[in-house]
């Protein structure tokens, strides 16, 4: 069941690679928002076709966040979260939520890394996909999406 309203961060650790302070500032915005920490293997595979829709869509108003939520002790480390965007070409903003609260109050229980939802410009959540695939959705979503009017 998809929500109405997008839930809020939760007590996050600050936001990297952006001058975003929330997710209200994107409202107006297609967002897709990914949950994800960098030592997750299946994280690192749905990297790349994040990376393609972000080139086809940036331009006409995509927003991404990642929301990091550290599984392990050594992925709780910015200076670690830093340079694994580096290394795995995130050029997006993340937002880090350290004791996985914005990731439990989105998710409930059980949680799953990767999830990525797709939040529309009046900000419900319009696709949530767990795990890697579902790709070729997810670009028809976001597309579809950005094409609606304000």
């Given at each position: 069941?998809?929500r109405?309203d997008?839930?809020?961060l939760?007590?996050i ?7 975003v302070?929330?997710?209200?500032e ?5 967002v897709v928002?990914?949950?994800?920490t ?14 393609d829709l972000?080139a086809?869509?940036?331009?006409q108003?995509l927003?991404i966040v ?6 392990f002790g ?6 670690n979260?830093?340079?694994a965007m580096?290394?795995?070409g ?6 880090l939520?350290t004791d996985?609260?914005?990731?439990r ?11 990525t939802y ?6 419900r959540?319009?696709?949530?996909h767990?795990?890697e695939g579902a ?5 028809q ?6 094409s609606?009017?304000?």
């Amino acid at each position: 069941m998809l929500r109405e309203d997008t839930p809020p961060l939760v007590d996050i650790d600050g936001w990297l690679a952006s001058a975003v302070t929330s997710l209200e500032e994107l409202r107006g915005s297609v967002v897709v928002v990914e949950f994800w920490t960098f030592g997750c293997y299946n994280c690192k595979n749905r990297i790349p076709y994040t990376q393609d829709l972000y080139a086809m869509y940036k331009d006409q108003g995509l927003e991404i966040v990642g929301i990091h939520s550290p599984e392990f002790g050594y992925e709780r480390e910015v200076a670690n979260i830093e340079q694994a965007m580096v290394d795995l070409g995130v050029t997006w903003p993340v937002v880090l939520d350290t004791d996985r609260r914005t990731f439990r109050e989105w998710q409930g229980r059980p949680a799953y890394w990767p999830r990525t939802y797709v939040v529309d410009k009046q900000g419900r959540i319009r696709f949530d996909h767990i795990g890697e695939g579902a790709y070729e959705e997810l670009f028809q979503v976001v597309g579809y999406l950005l094409s609606e009017s304000a």
